[in-house]
Nanobody, 114 residues
Framework: VQLQASGGGLVDSGGSLRLSCAVS????????KGWYRQAPGKERELVAR???????DYADSVKGRAAISRDDAASTVSLQMDSLKTEDTAVYYC?????????WGQGTLVTVSS
């Protein structure tokens, strides 16, 4: 199973970006899909996740600025982030979780400049 994240880059404060993650390989019964991030010198933290029902969870720091979506037919999960702040600078990792395993992407760097 491979997860390929894309969409990171350099963006100005107040700007927007969309991260996408494509899942390939055989994986059965994916439960949650989501995104974590890790800023320099900090622990990895949950940004957002989405359940098969469509229910979503967001970190307080991104509520109102982020929207996660999933396309199970296309095996993708995306994260739209608006009104970006310098504190959003981090490496963003996508993941999918099954009943028995979690699978992670390689990470994509998002840098928000002031």
């Amino acid at each position: 199973v491979q997860l390929q994240a894309s969409g990171g880059g350099l963006v100005d404060s107040g700007g927007s970006l969309r991260l996408s993650c494509a899942v390939s390989g055989r994986v059965s019964r994916i439960n949650t899909k989501g995104w974590y991030r890790q800023a320099p010198g900090k622990e990895r933290e949950l940004v957002a996740r989405i359940y098969p029902t469509g229910r979503t969870d967001y970190a307080d720091s991104v509520k109102g600025r982020a929207a996660i979506s999933r396309d199970d037919a296309a095996s993708t999960v995306s994260l739209q982030m608006d009104s970006l702040k310098t504190e959003d600078t981090a490496v963003y990792y996508c993941y999918v979780a099954t009943a028995s395993s979690d699978y992670w992407g390689q990470g994509t760097l998002v840098t928000v400049s002031s």
